[in-house]
């Protein structure tokens, strides 16, 4: 299947910083990607979804203005959550489609804030 | 996207058959039947969609009833690298925000040795 790739895999971060997290589609292009939140023990719970040249459509529920998604190619989005509290803290998991198939998804991200 | 339901959890002995229900009671003609699975700490890993016919790839086959209302993923010879929770999804097929999944609970599948 398709490659999609997130980095960092894993990030500790102090109270009030911001955190940028990638995902990149290695080999294909992503028309639409999508990315998820998921705290332990718990399912997966859709934050948003990002077109490339397109501002992002959040979740009822999901802060635009703290999680900041770019879609700026067809190949990269990026998750920038702002001031994290503690509370942030969670496994957040990209994916993406070409708009053909399936969704792949990347291998997450692990945000710890202190 | 229609809503799905999954046992929590299941247990199967390595080498036999994992048999994972999933009710879709309401599923539209348009909608598709998508399995994921994720192991633990790790991003979700497409297994198998399909419409209406049985599917089968390398990985496991897809059943769907008649009727449509319900689906069972089958893995032929479970090993204990397919412990994981498994997601049964339904959805419009592609170019609808193709790629967009609302994930239930799933079904957290432990094989035993």
């Known amino acids: 299947g398709a490659v999609v790739s997130q980095h960092p895999s894993w990030v500790i971060c102090k109270s009030g910083t911001s955190v940028k997290i990638e995902c990149r589609s290695l080999d294909f292009q992503a028309t639409t990607m999508f990315w998820y939140r998921q705290f332990p023990k718990q399912s997966l719970m859709l934050m948003a979804t990002?077109?490339?040249?397109?501002?992002?459509?959040?979740e009822q529920g999901v802060e635009k203005d703290k999680f900041l998604i770019n879609h700026a190619s067809l190949t990269l989005s990026t998750l920038t959550v702002t001031s994290a509290h503690p509370e942030d803290s969670s496994f957040y998991i990209c994916?993406?489609?070409?708009?053909?198939?399936?969704?792949?998804f990347g291998q997450g991200t692990r945000l710890t804030v202190v | 996207d229609a809503k799905t339901t999954q046992p929590t959890s299941m247990d199967c002995a390595e080498g036999r058959a994992a048999n994972l229900p999933c009710n879709h009671s309401?599923?539209?003609?348009?909608?598709?039947v998508y399995w994921y699975r994720q192991i633990h700490s790790q991003g979700p890993q497409y297994i198998i969609h399909g419409l209406k016919n049985n599917e089968t790839n390398e990985m496991a086959s897809l059943i769907i009833t008649e009727d449509r209302k319900s689906s069972t993923l089958i893995l032929p010879h479970a090993t204990l690298r397919d412990t994981a929770v498994y997601y049964c999804?339904?959805?419009?097929?592609?170019?609808?925000?193709?790629?967009?999944?609302?994930f239930g609970q799933g079904t957290e599948l432990s094989v035993k040795p």
């Open positions: 309401t599923i539209s003609g348009n909608e598709y």
């Open positions: 990002s077109n490339e040249g397109s501002k992002a459509t959040y």
């Open positions: 994916s993406a489609s070409s708009g053909l198939g399936e969704a792949f």
């Open positions: 999804i339904v959805r419009v097929g592609a170019g609808n925000q193709g790629g967009k999944l609302i």
